[in-house]
């Protein structure tokens, strides 16, 4: 299966039978992003969690109903 990295453009072929090739192919919503651009992002994220002033905003909490 021929995929196109959504960041940098650079098309490669991945084997059918792996499981993001079957996700492609199933919802078509899902995008492809390459080991070097996912690395990239990584290794950028890991240095904003370091300042310390990264955060993660999560949805409301689950109240209990009484």
């Known amino acids: 299966m021929r995929v196109k990295c959504i960041l940098c453009e650079k098309i490669e072929k991945i084997d059918d039978q792996l499981p993001v090739a079957k996700r492609l192919r199933n919802?078509?919503?899902?995008?492809?992003m390459c080991t070097e651009?996912?690395?990239?992002?990584?290794?950028?994220?890991?240095?904003?969690?370091?300042?310390?002033?990264?955060?993660?905003?999560?949805?409301?909490?689950?109240?209990?109903?009484?």
């Open 27 to 32: 919802r078509p919503i899902h995008t492809y």
């Open 37 to 66: 651009c996912s690395e990239r992002i990584a290794k950028k994220t890991q240095a904003r969690i370091a300042t310390g002033k990264f955060r993660i905003y999560r949805s409301g909490k689950e109240q209990e109903i009484l």
